[in-house]
């Protein structure tokens, strides 16, 4: 007999590269074929698809003496099947039969129904409706599980793709700051947290290089980041060597957006140390970031520090700056009006 027979598939062992669909029973996989090519590779290959977990229909199982044709094929094995593999043959593309087969799984192809899947078994003209579909070719009948691994996948909708893992930690910022990529926002956050880890405001070039190892990150695009940061005022640098980079630091505009961005109880922070600036007046750097500290054991010299600069900017306070290797080696010389005003009205700093 002519025709285009079913076939159902099931999986092969199990690989952690595949990426595996959930499905609740096997597929139905219709085989179309000629009556020519049953027993030199139709019958084997559908048993090798069952034998890989797919309900390959043919009629030499399915159907019995007096059984209808169309009703067979067409209502119970084209009409169920999940897939529908055309063996192209030099025999199968003169039947009649076949084409009546093709054409109901072109329709069921086209309205999302079935996958059509060609099978090409000898050196023969395509039928013009498959030449736009990718077709799998066995030139070897005896050996083929190269092939049937792929008809296998495409039945199941397996893919060998790898699965997607994570991406690098240096695009996965803790917070978007405006205008930068999110490398540039992880090295800008990881620097000021490095910055607050140590509390120093200058990180040598030996401890910088912990940043780029955190962040999965080259030390060209780390540099280059540094780079960048620095000429949208977020950083500042100390280079050597015709540019290589010595030392860096949060400039006070890039660690204010930091720490209003990561800090939630920041703006009590500055509240304390404002009052303190202003309650005892003219208190050298040190002692005032020890009382600070007493009071909120997170104001760090390097936050307090910070804070004053920031009042700086402002033009609320002035300080006279001393050499020393802490960051509070300042004394307070004159306290604004202005900074009294707000402490009143209790604003939020900016």
Not at 86 to 101: A, F, G, L, Q
Request: glycine share 4%; with cysteine.
């Amino acid at each position: 007999m002519e025709d285009f027979v079913s076939t159902n598939y099931f999986l092969k062992p199990f690989s952690p590269s595949v990426q595996y669909p959930v499905m609740s029973e096997a597929p139905k996989v219709f085989v179309s074929h000629a009556s020519e090519d049953k027993e030199r590779f139709v019958l084997r290959f559908a048993e090798k698809l069952r034998a890989n977990g797919i309900d390959a229909w043919l009629d030499k199982w399915e159907m019995k003496p007096g059984d209808s044709l169309v009703d067979k094929i067409f209502e119970e094995g084209i009409k169920n099947a999940k897939a529908i593999i055309v063996i192209v043959s030099k025999h199968s593309v003169e039947k009649p039969w076949v084409r009546e087969e093709l054409n109901a799984a072109m329709v069921r192809k086209i309205n999302g129904l079935s996958r059509l899947i060609p099978v090409i078994i000898d050196q023969c003209e395509i039928p013009e409706c498959l030449r736009a579909t990718v077709w799998e070719r066995i030139s070897d009948l005896e050996k083929y599980d190269d092939s049937l691994s792929r008809v296998v996948q495409a039945i199941f909708g397996i893919s060998e793709r790898p699965a997607l893992g994570q991406a690098p930690k240096y695009t996965r910022a803790v917070f978007a700051v405006s205008g930068l990529k999110a490398a540039d926002s992880s090295v800008f956050i990881a620097l000021c947290e490095l910055c607050v880890k140590k509390d120093t405001d200058w990180i040598d070039n030996h401890q910088l290089l912990e940043i780029p190892r955190s962040l999965e990150l080259s030390e060209e695009l780390f540099c280059e980041s540094l780079e960048i940061l620095k000429s949208q005022a977020f950083v500042d640098l100390k280079q050597i060597n015709g540019g290589d980079i010595d030392m860096a630091r949060p400039t006070t505009y890039g660690f204010e957006r930091f720490m209003l961005a990561t800090r939630e109880k920041y703006g009590a922070m500055f509240e304390l140390v404002a009052s303190l600036v202003v309650n005892e007046k003219k208190l050298a750097g040190n002692e005032l970031s020890s009382v600070a500290r007493s009071k909120n054991p997170s104001l760090t010299e390097l936050i307090v520090n910070h804070i004053i600069r920031v009042l700086e900017r402002k033009g609320w306070i002035k300080t006279a700056r001393h050499n020393g290797f802490t960051p509070c080696s300042f004394t307070i010389t004159d306290v604004g009006p202005q900074l009294t005003r707000w402490l009143r009205e209790c604003g939020e700093p900016r």
